[in-house]
């Protein structure tokens, strides 16, 4: 799969090394020298240096032969218009990171859909359903919500020594 990553911070350069571990064929953009020198150093993809919502470097970087953007930059702005655009020239799959939350509701129909954006990732909600969980289920090291939040899988760690320790859950009552 290739895969189009725009913004060489600390999330796309994460994104990118574990994609190209997976032998994804991955092209990073940036805007900043530093970025895109960081990447180049750090990983063995192709690097470009230029604007993110920019049509002349997204077609510099591929765009119109990836099978998916992830636009993980800083700016809420950039990453909305970089899906709008890999939208129109056809990418499946669009994700783009949105820090600002006045981006994901109040507009009518799907919003950041319409736009392009298949997916969103949302720090600031992450972070606070995180939270939000931490406060509700303490105890727990991580929780996982399937089904729409229908079934609540619970991580705890156990301690050695513990009655719990080595059992299954099956024997637990």
């Known amino acids: 799969m290739r895969v189009l990553i725009i913004g060489a911070g600390n999330t796309g350069l994460q994104l990118a090394a574990r994609l190209s571990a997976l032998h994804h064929e ?8 530093e970025g895109a ?7 063995d993809v192709l690097v470009i240096e230029g604007w993110g919502a920019s049509p002349g470097v997204l077609s510099e970087a591929g765009i119109r032969g990836s ?11 950039v ?14 799959h669009k994700i783009a990171r949105v820090r600002n939350t006045d981006y994901l509701g109040g507009w ?12 969103v990732v949302c720090d600031v909600e992450v972070t606070a359903k995180e939270i939000q969980n931490v ?10 919500e399937l089904l729409g939040g229908r079934l609540i899988v619970l991580g705890i760690r156990v301690r050695p020594g513990s009655p719990l320790a080595g059992r299954r859950l099956e024997e637990l009552s």
């Open 67 to 77: 099978d998916l953007v992830a636009a993980v930059t800083g700016s809420d702005e």
């Open 135 to 144: 406060l509700r289920l303490p105890g727990t090291v991580e929780v996982a």
């Open 79 to 92: 990453n909305i218009l970089a899906c709008a655009y890999a939208a129109a020239v056809g990418v499946r």
């Open 26 to 33: 991955v092209v990073i953009v940036d805007s900043s020298r």
């Open 108 to 119: 009518p129909g799907e919003g950041l859909r319409e736009m392009g954006v298949d997916r």
């Open 37 to 43: 020198a960081r990447a180049r150093e750090s990983l």
